[in-house]
């Protein structure tokens, strides 16, 4: 029998028309969108017209993809497809907590605003850049991050592939370094150096944040990007310090097979997850739901042996 954790999408994998057909298709991920909207007007149409300039804007990517996210997750979820555990890559990790019930909808809605504004404000303020290391070892990448001023590892994709945050200034000898080392950098097109200390403010701001929402324990198992491990009992210091900490990826996919878990699915935008997952354990089971006929196609395969 299948052992499922759905796997939410994260900032990047945004593009003009996502959700639109779980909205027309699935009542349950319709009334995500509709909250949405009622909270912060025009999220839909964004998500289904908006311009790929205008969804790459942190202020707008985040609540986007987070509805996104969230509406492929209860569309399955309504259709009797029930995960044993959920983790989510940086941004999708604020879906998953919602989808798992530490956020009410509106609250982790709420949250995911002022996610992106603290963020957009911490990256004007502290200008950062992101390069994708390929080819060579996170010790490899750790070693050469050690000799600038301001450069960290922050991604923890998978084998051969770390992703670097530092400033905009060491990005091009950085990536001159890498390429003598033997391997690839490749520059990243966002707007600040995430999942590092260029986002100390914003954490900062965000630990305040969520001193004035109500949350509870989470009702299945929500690995967090900062430990790799199922959420404790601090959630709210988890969650804060994500933004300006290292997502293990690679290590929280490794724990969850560990843990039983044999089917992933994404949820959201993008592939982006699952061909990490591939990369990780090429005997895992994965799919991704990002419209209807994708979650059809989910049913058709797990229905009738759901976990």
């Known amino acids: 029998m299948d052992k499922i954790a759905f796997v939410f999408s994260g900032q990047g994998a945004q593009y003009p028309g996502m959700g639109k057909d779980l909205y027309a298709k699935n009542t349950a991920a ?5 909250t949405a ?6 999220t839909s149409n964004q998500c289904f017209n908006g311009t790929k300039d205008e969804l790459s804007e942190t202020i707008n990517t985040q609540p986007c993809v987070f509805c996104v996210d969230l509406a492929a997750a209860e569309c399955l979820k309504s259709l009797g497809i029930i995960p044993s555990a959920v983790a989510g890559f940086s941004l999708g990790e604020t879906a998953a907590l919602t989808f798992s019930g530490v956020f009410s909808l509106e609250s982790g809605f709420n949250f ?48 051969g592939q770390t992703v670097v945050a530092l400033s905009k200034n060491e990005l091009e ?29 914003a954490a900062e701001k965000l630990y305040k944040e969520l001193k004035k929402i109500k949350i509870n324990k989470p009702n299945i198992p929500i690995y967090a990007n900062l430990t790799s491990e199922p959420y404790g009992e601090n959630i709210a210091l988890t969650v804060s310090k994500q933004v300006n900490h290292p997502v293990y990826w690679e290590k ?40 209807f006929s994708d979650v059809e196609n989910v049913i058709n395969e797990l229905g009738g042996k759901i976990c």
Do not use: W
């Not at 950085?174 to 150096?193: M, T």
């Open 112 to 159: 995911v605003l002022k996610r992106a504004e603290f963020m957009q404000r911490a990256a004007e303020n502290n200008p950062g850049a992101m390069a994708a290391v390929l080819k060579l070892s996170a010790e490899t990448v750790e070693k050469l991050c050690s000799s600038y001023e301001k450069a960290y590892p922050v991604n923890y994709n998978c084998k």
């Open 252 to 291: 929280t996919i490794n724990n969850m097979i560990k843990d039983g878990i044999n089917t992933f699915i994404e949820v959201g935008p993008g592939k982006t997850l699952c061909g990490l997952i591939r990369k990780i354990s090429p005997q895992v089971k994965m799919y991704n739901v990002e419209t």
């Open 30 to 34: 319709k009334l995500i969108f509709k």
């Open 37 to 42: 909207d009622s909270i912060r007007p025009n």
């Open 173 to 201: 000898p950085f990536c001159q370094k890498v390429k003598e080392s033997g391997g690839r950098a490749v520059p990243l097109a966002v707007s600040g150096g995430f999942h590092s200390p260029f986002m100390d403010e």
